[in-house]
């Protein structure tokens, strides 16, 4: 059994596996020369031999102990029927949402939409050695329905408005689209994934008296599919602070990435001794060496004999050099307690 699975189902306690999200793209230069070819980014992730090569390509050059298929979360709505563009300092933009579509969408065409990235996960699986972990991964019904409503006004903020005249409609998507979310993964299983993570980047902008209802239930529903199919699954519900305790004793994953704002020290005292994952602020990255290693040691430090999967607090910025990344890999797999 690789690294990566042992953390996760409570195996291992000793060795710190590493991995980073994001870390097939944008900063590498053989990505940026695929991506400079392959303008459309949603085409790019149904062509199942650049999206395997692209995702490989970061396994090349560093000792990562995973894997992440190069896909996107918006993916799923893609398969429903929405189009997608992307709009500069907002980010992407779905066509309008139809619930009439959606609730007539069988799950034939979804899957058949969809088949390249199962195919490019197949592909990756059969080129990867077998002691790495490939992670599929799918987006939480309310950071997929935050994209699907068009539900923020700019980068951080929430419509209000908008949400409340929407209630029932969204409602009703959070329940509904779960189920294509549980065939998404068992799809991605099927072809060769071997963990699971769902990103809940907008956890954070959840109202108060929704976080039960939009991210604690829908979280929970999936990790019990990935745990009744025996595959690990990881949940990071990003910037809910303090609520990722209640949180991880709710929904109980297999293992929660913590993001940047959260205090590593309380993590460990806090989320009832479920593995962690994460945590390093990405831009640390962007720093000299001496940095990037004080702070992985803080890290290393911090969870010495407890579950703990190395990796950021969200994913590689763009401006990361790619020997930055290579020398903290070899710094935490070389690293001995003194
Ligand atoms: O430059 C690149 O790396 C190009 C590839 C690209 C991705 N997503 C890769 C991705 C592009 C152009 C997108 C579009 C997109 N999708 C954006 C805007 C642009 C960008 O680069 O961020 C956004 C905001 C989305 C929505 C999205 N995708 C979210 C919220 C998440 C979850 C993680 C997060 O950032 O909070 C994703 C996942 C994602 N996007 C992955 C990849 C390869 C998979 C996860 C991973 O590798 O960690």
């Known amino acids: ?27 590498l230069p053989e990505f940026i020369n695929i991506r400079k070819k392959n303008k459309d980014f949603i085409k790019l992730c149904l062509n199942p031999d650049l999206s395997s090569e692209i995702t490989l390509q970061p396994l090349k050059r560093f000792d990562v102990d995973a894997a992440i298929i190069f896909s996107d979360i918006l993916m799923v709505p893609y398969g429903l029927g929405q189009s997608i563009t992307f709009i500069d300092n907002l980010g992407p933009v779905l066509s309008k949402f139809e619930i009439d579509e959606f609730l007539k969408r069988d799950d034939r065409a979804f899957t058949n939409t969809l088949n390249p990235v199962y195919e490019a996960i197949k592909k990756t699986r059969k080129n990867l050695d077998s002691k790495k972990s490939l992670i599929s991964f799918i987006g939480s019904p309310w ?47 099927n072809a060769g994934a071997d963990i699971v993570q769902i990103f809940d980047s907008w956890a954070g902008l959840v109202p108060e008296k929704n976080i039960e209802n939009y991210c604690y239930k829908p979280n929970h529903t999936l990790v019990d599919f990935c745990k009744k199919l025996s595959v690990p699954v990881i949940c990071f519900p990003k910037g809910i602070g303090k609520k990722y305790a209640i949180f991880s004793k709710i929904v109980k994953p297999n293992c929660v990435n913590i993001d940047f704002d959260v205090d590593p020290e309380w993590a460990k005292k806090n989320l009832n001794g479920v593995c962690i994952q994460g945590g390093m602020d990405p831009k640390i990255l962007l720093a000299d060496k001496n940095t990037i290693f004080k702070e992985a040691e803080n890290f290393l430090k911090i969870f010495r004999g407890y579950p703990y999967i190395f990796n950021l607090g969200h994913g590689l910025l763009p401006q990361t050099k790619p020997d930055n990344v290579n020398q903290l890999v070899n710094f935490v797999k070389n690293y001995e307690y003194k």
């Not at 690294?3 to 980073?20: A, D, Q, Y």
Request: net charge positive.
């Open 143 to 189: 950071t997929l329905a935050v994209y699907m409503f068009g539900l923020k006004k700019d980068k951080v903020t929430l419509d209000l408005q908008l949400m409340d005249k929407k209630k029932s409609e969204i409602d009703l998507v959070l329940k509904k689209i779960t189920k294509f979310l549980k065939i998404h993964i068992k799809n991605q299983i």
């Open 1 to 27: 059994m690789n690294e990566i699975k042992k953390c996760l189902i409570g195996k291992n306690n000793t060795c710190v596996p590493i991995w980073f999200m994001r870390q097939a793209g944008r900063y």
